[in-house]
């Protein structure tokens, strides 16, 4: 399994997501951050008197995936995310050791992306 943390512009957060659910993907989390230093785009970025720093609207993407589906998670990331100017983002993979489900006690890879099992079948 693996961990697919993607940072991206907040505009382009939908058209990621509904590639990602069109293809079977649908579990993730999205969560609102701001982007400081080279990921900002020079022309979009605002200035912060709290953190006296210029910083970007950006979105934290998190998806856990099988390691066969992890390639496939980062080019449709790629593909949708782009828009060819500075501060389109950037990609971590780790690799994920265990999970386990809270309500059912599962644990392993068994129930990740539980719905793209079923389409594909």
Known sequence: MNEI???IRKRKAEEVIDGLEA???CCMTLIDVMG???MSDPE????SISIAERFTHIVKLVVVCSEKDTDQVIEII???ARSGQPGDGIIYVTPVTNSIH???GD???GFLQHERRDKTL
């Not at 979009?44 to 200035?47: C, D, F, R, T």
């Open 78 to 80: 790629r593909k949708k």
């Open 102 to 104: 809270i309500r059912s």
């Open 23 to 25: 293809q079977g993907f």
């Open 107 to 109: 644990s392993g890879s």
């Open 5 to 7: 943390k993607a940072f």
């Open 36 to 38: 400081l230093g080279r």
């Open 44 to 47: 979009k970025s605002q200035l």
